[in-house]
């Protein structure tokens, strides 16, 4: 593509940089904060990007600024751009772990956490102690416009659709097991499907659903169960099934931690369930950024030395 020079000289590099900002923060404060300008640049900033692409691009709402459909349409070029342009001119080959200052952003469930963040932090804090992370739990829809806006570096976990621009690097394969306490409901494993059909269960769902996969299984051969209690994580999940007569049915990796650190037992499911796989996913714009590769290579590293464990 021939690059037009004339019409390009008028634009200012920094109005895209105050836009991939704005897309991310939905605030001009935090924007302004975010690359280091004052408020009154900032609104400046938005006042040329309008002027530019002859749009609002960011309207007030409740929770925030909203972007307009143009200002969606932009976004992912131009962060694709600011990627390119940043992996070409503004980094070196290398990155340092031991002397780098980053913070990486990344969205997972809380499952996801506990089978991986262990061993992270611990190598993080070995091999680059000036390395941080920030963590937001999220669904696997809201991943992918979160990478798209800057908002997350990177997502953990199951991503069965995504745009050309999103990169799959796939962990490992994982499949489901009953956790309970063999004293509240009066049996051991392997539990039958009578008595799981029988028992109270417990369902996680990031979404305000009291259907999952479990449901959808039985549903296939005329079956149901009872579903006393939804919840968005895990957290609570080893203390209630510690105290009460229920039972669910959870990611092996999480059950196993759980009925060795609580004093439950596991037990397979007593009707076929898909295997899943939990992948790495991020924007193709951060593919050759130096920092964001050691991070993927040091997941990819630490799970693989757990599953030999296992």
Known sequence: MDIDHNNLSRLDLNLLVAFDALLAERSVTKAAKRIGLGQSAMSHNLARLRRLFGDELFTRGADGMRPTPRALALADPVRTALGKIQSAVLQSDAFDPGTANRVFRIGLADSIEVAILPALVERLRSEAPDVSLRLRSSNRSDVLGELDTGQLDLGIGVFEHGQIHHIRRPLYTDHFLCLFSPERLGVMPPVSLEDYLGFPHILTSLADDSRGVVDEALAKRKLKRKVVMTTPGFLAVPFVVRR????????????????????????????????????????????QDPSHLWLRQTIASLVAEDSLEL
Do not use: K, N, Q
Not at 268 to 282: D, G, Q, Y
């Open 244 to 287: 009460a007569r229920v039972i669910i049915t959870m990611p092996s990796r999480l059950a196993r931690y759980f009925a060795e650190a609580f004093d439950l037992t596991t037990s397979p499911v007593p009707i076929e369930l898909p295997r899943f796989t939990i992948s790495l996913l991020w924007h193709g714009s951060f593919t």
